[in-house]
């Protein structure tokens, strides 16, 4: 195999940035003037250099343009120190929250800013949009020509991530009169957020709508048996014991997607049906099904009939319109939406559900979306979506732009979880080793993934961490490989939990003692001996191997209609982490905020309130076999057979596409302590009685 040529980070990768790292530090962007002129950089505007690293074409004059220009905080440093404070156990001010009114006046742009944002946004021909209540920007509208002039850029459309998106060529500037006002801009660099679903590599998208329509509901799925109702119900005793070795003869079969019940017992979290009761889950996500709620409350009718979904518990905040659903993938979206409500509400019946859509998939939308759950009224907001290698790739001025939104959360109490991502480190499909944004921000909590074998008394028997690699037994008429000794697939890695060692963020004073000095100095090539932010933070169950069964309305066949399937990723350890933190809030009388400062204390005070995860024992015996209908649907034209490792921690290979490749090891593995795939582990028995006493 001839060496892959992947971007080159040397040299080309900006100084870390110190966010709570001992004391606070100011904001990473700013303005400072332009060399011989009246105008102002706007520094974190240019997108990193391997984000420009593939031009694919330029911008037409008249493409239209949206946009928030983003607003200077009025004491940024005083916000971070007042997050550290605030959440920090043993503090003077611990759990002293603020409301969202106090946090605008203490912390927040001054009106005088909006003011000013607005009127050069309207001197420059813009179509002036929403501000939101805590002022943090300015939305505006206007093609492609007048963002040029205004922001002194050239636009142009770059190829990241296997997405044509538009950037930016040179950091952007605005009026030297606009000083202390305008720190950056979010949107004229457009950054493509995916969910973290995982049900299976090919399976089919569903009918396009028209650009006038809602879009259609996601192509049908379903599991076929054999598959287990429980952990090691039913074995592959068909199959040759040549046909997967190395691997131990006989391997169970899959899950066919845990309920809810077995979620919450193997958490330990009893079966009340008002666990979570007073407290509000918001949940953000890109478009709205119509068919959301009712999804969910036949979902449980069926499955779990004595914790219903009540109409009075749910609340739906649709976007105002909807757009770019081909390149979003839009019904896509759906299904994260009913895998984030059915299984929030699993882990805490009792709590209220509020959904946010945005109105597409791109980073100012979710950010706009994120703003209205924060302020909302919800103490924990639930997020299973991100930038893939963001923490590299995204520039600075949205960093700073989400980071503000985290901080205010922070400052008045809600608890913000993101998912870690579904690709390990991303090497395997970027030929980088770098973690997703916003999971490696620092003022939030990052969530990654395990493997949980449920047992029939519904206890936990075992977690791992979720690492899969995939190869294709057979495909056959039949759901077993008959007499077959040979694997018709090479085994190779598939998805597992993301995280990494930011390229961006210094290590924040919660982790300090705690993660361990091989992970927090990964990157001292670039930065020396400095210790970085690490994610995730903490795990739940997340390998479609061991996921849920979720139920919505799908494109079959023969029709629309309601169906189920089982679903995985860290899109569904974020919403079960979610529905824990409703009932820790519960227990403690009283919103737990920030969490990552008490999640560390907690740890080195309670080590037991955390599962470590480990490696298994015998890694040989550590798979499954999983059967799929080969057009996703039904039997007509066969399965595909295939085997899925757990915890996998061998080669993985990247290809550029152009028959370039490099192979090494899988980098993310799980070990005693704190680890780059699942953080602090997932919670024990004892997590929430734990969190209640800080």
């Given at each position: 195999m001839r060496a892959a040529r992947w971007w080159a980070l040397t040299g080309s990768v900006g100084l870390a940035v110190s966010f709570m790292a001992g004391t606070a530090a100011a904001a990473a962007t700013s303005a400072h003037p332009a060399p011989g002129s009246h105008r102002l950089v706007l520094n974190g505007s240019l997108a990193p250099a391997q984000a420009r690293a593939h031009p694919a074409g330029s911008v037409a004059a008249t493409s239209p343009v949206s946009f928030d220009l983003l607003l200077s905080l009025r004491n940024a440093s005083g916000a971070q120190a007042f997050v550290r404070a605030v959440s920090t156990p043993g503090s003077a001010q611990?759990?002293?929250?603020?409301?969202?009114?106090?946090?605008?006046?203490?912390?927040?742009?001054?009106?005088?800013?909006?003011?000013?944002?607005?009127?050069?946004?309207?001197?420059?021909?813009?179509?002036?949009?929403?501000?939101?209540?805590?002022?943090?920007?300015?939305?505006?509208?206007?093609?492609?020509?007048?963002?040029?002039?205004?922001?002194?850029?050239?636009?142009?459309?770059?190829?990241?991530?296997?997405?044509?998106?538009?950037?930016?060529?040179?950091?952007m500037t605005v009026p030297s009169s606009l000083s202390g006002a305008v720190s950056g801009v979010v949107g004229v660099n457009q950054y493509l957020a995916v969910n973290g679903l995982t049900r299976q590599a090919g399976a089919q998208a569903a009918p396009a709508a028209s650009p006038s329509q809602e879009p259609a509901p996601p192509a049908g799925f379903r599991n076929p048996q054999p598959c287990s109702a429980y952990w090691g119900q039913k074995i592959d005793t068909k199959d040759s014991d040549s046909l997967y070795k190395p691997y131990t003869h006989p391997l169970p079969y899959d899950i066919c997607g845990y309920k809810p019940g077995q979620l919450r017992s193997a958490y330990a979290l009893g079966a009340s049906a008002t666990a979570g009761k007073g407290v509000t889950i918001a949940i953000v996500d890109?478009?709205?099904?119509?068919?959301?709620?009712?999804?969910?409350?036949?979902?449980?009718?069926?499955?779990?009939?004595?914790?219903?979904?009540?109409?009075?518990?749910?609340?739906?905040?649709?976007?105002?319109?909807?757009?770019?659903?081909?390149?979003?993938?839009?019904?896509?979206?759906?299904?994260?939406?009913s895998l984030d409500v059915e299984s929030s509400h699993a882990m805490a019946p009792g709590a209220n559900i509020e959904f946010v859509g945005a109105q597409d998939c791109f980073d100012s939308s979710l950010l706009a979306a994120l703003q209205t759950a924060v302020t909302s009224g919800a103490s924990v907001v639930s997020n299973s979506w991100g930038d893939t290698l963001g923490d590299l790739l995204t520039d600075a001025s949205t960093k700073t732009a989400f980071d503000n939104t985290f901080m205010l959360a922070d400052a008045t109490g809600v608890s913000v979880l993101f998912s870690s991502g579904d690709f390990g480190d991303n090497f395997g499909i970027s030929g980088i080793a770098a973690p997703d944004y916003p999971a490696s921000s620092p003022f939030i909590t990052a969530v990654g993934g395990t493997t949980l074998e449920v047992n029939s008394a519904g206890a936990r028997a075992a977690e791992y961490g979720w690492s899969t690699a995939k190869q294709v037994l057979c495909t056959s008429k039949e759901t077993n490989c008959g007499s077959a000794t040979n694997p018709a697939g090479a085994l190779a890695w598939q998805s597992g939990s993301a995280g990494g060692t930011s390229y961006y963020y210094t290590q924040p004073y919660y982790q300090a003692g705690v993660v361990p000095s091989a992970l927090a100095l990964r990157n001292q090539a670039l930065f020396g001996p400095v210790p970085l932010r690490v994610e995730p933070d903490i795990s739940m169950d997340a390998d479609a191997q061991s996921g849920m069964l979720i139920g919505e309305t799908q494109t079959f066949p023969n029709g629309v209609h309601y169906g189920q399937y089982k679903l995985g990723g860290t899109s569904l350890a974020s919403p079960l982490l979610a529905g824990v933190i409703a009932d820790a809030n519960q227990a403690a009388g009283r919103p737990l905020g920030f969490l990552n400062p008490v999640l560390y204390k907690a740890y080195t005070a309670t080590p037991a309130a955390f599962n470590d995860i480990l490696p298994p024992a015998n890694p040989l015996?550590?798979?499954?076999?999983?059967?799929?209908?080969?057009?996703?649907?039904?039997?007509?034209?066969?399965?595909?057979?295939?085997?899925?490792?757990?915890?996998?921690?061998?080669?993985?290979?990247?290809?550029?596409?152009?028959?370039?490749?490099?192979?090494?090891?899988?980098?993310?593995?799980?070990?005693?302590?704190?680890?780059?795939?699942?953080?602090?582990?997932?919670?024990?028995a004892k997590f929430i009685a734990t969190l209640s006493k800080f």
């Open positions: 611990y759990r002293h929250f603020l409301t969202d009114a106090a946090w605008e006046s203490r912390f927040g742009p001054t009106t005088a800013s909006v003011s000013k944002a607005e009127s050069w946004l309207r001197q420059q021909g813009f179509t002036v949009g929403s501000v939101p209540k805590d002022r943090l920007f300015v939305s505006a509208q206007g093609p492609a020509s007048t963002v040029e002039h205004a922001f002194g850029v050239k636009l142009g459309y770059y190829t990241v991530n296997r997405h044509k998106v538009r950037l930016a060529s040179t950091a890109a478009y709205d099904s119509p068919t959301l709620l009712a999804d969910a409350q036949k979902y449980y009718s069926l499955n779990d009939p004595s914790h219903p979904l009540a109409s009075a518990q749910f609340t739906n905040v649709p976007p105002a319109t909807v757009g770019n659903e081909s390149v979003c993938a839009a019904s896509g979206w759906f299904s994260e939406q015996s550590a798979a499954v076999i999983r059967v799929d209908y080969l057009n996703t649907v039904n039997n007509s034209a066969g399965y595909a057979v295939s085997l899925r490792t757990i915890n996998y921690a061998g080669p993985e290979t990247y290809c550029d596409g152009t028959g370039n490749c490099a192979t090494r090891n899988v980098t993310l593995t799980t070990a005693p302590g704190f680890d780059g795939m699942t953080g602090l582990g997932s919670p024990s």
